[in-house]
Nanobody
Framework: QVQLVESGGGLVQAGGSLRLSCAAS????????MGWYRQAPGKQREVVAA???????NYADSVKGRFTISRDNAKNTVYLQMNSLKPEDTAVYYC??????????????WGQGAQVTVAS
């Protein structure tokens, strides 16, 4: 079982920055993929960024060059640094952890969500 606790959301003006944190209850090196998703009102949840156990990262096209996912293994924490925020980044952001017990058997764990609101 993996528990994820998020922090760092809030209200920011367009062009500003925020950093989200996601603290895991287990060593994050035991987790295959950690990532951030977001869900805006009336829209489906979408992946924003992910970091795999080996350290490689992936980003949605809409956030490339503005958002950075990183981790602190000693603190079992993953971060999402968000710069040059736009009103369309407004959403509830969720931390996600994926653990594979086999190539075809995956368990998803989710944080409680953090509201990010970008004012124009």
């Amino acid at each position: 079982q993996v528990q994820l606790v998020e922090s760092g959301g809030g209200l920011v003006q367009a062009g500003g920055s925020l950093r989200l944190s996601c603290a895991a209850s287990v060593t994050i090196l035991s987790i295959n993929v950690m990532g951030w998703y977001r869900q805006a009102p009336g829209k489906q949840r979408e992946v924003v960024a992910a970091i795999i156990r080996g350290g490689s990262t992936n980003y949605a096209d809409s956030v490339k060059g503005r958002f950075t996912i990183s981790r602190d293994n000693a603190k079992n924490t993953v971060y999402l640094q968000m710069n040059s925020l736009k009103p369309e980044d407004t959403a509830v952001y969720y931390c996600n952890a994926k653990k594979y017990s086999s190539p075809y058997d995956k368990t998803d764990y989710w944080g409680q969500g953090a509201q990010v609101t970008v004012a124009s």
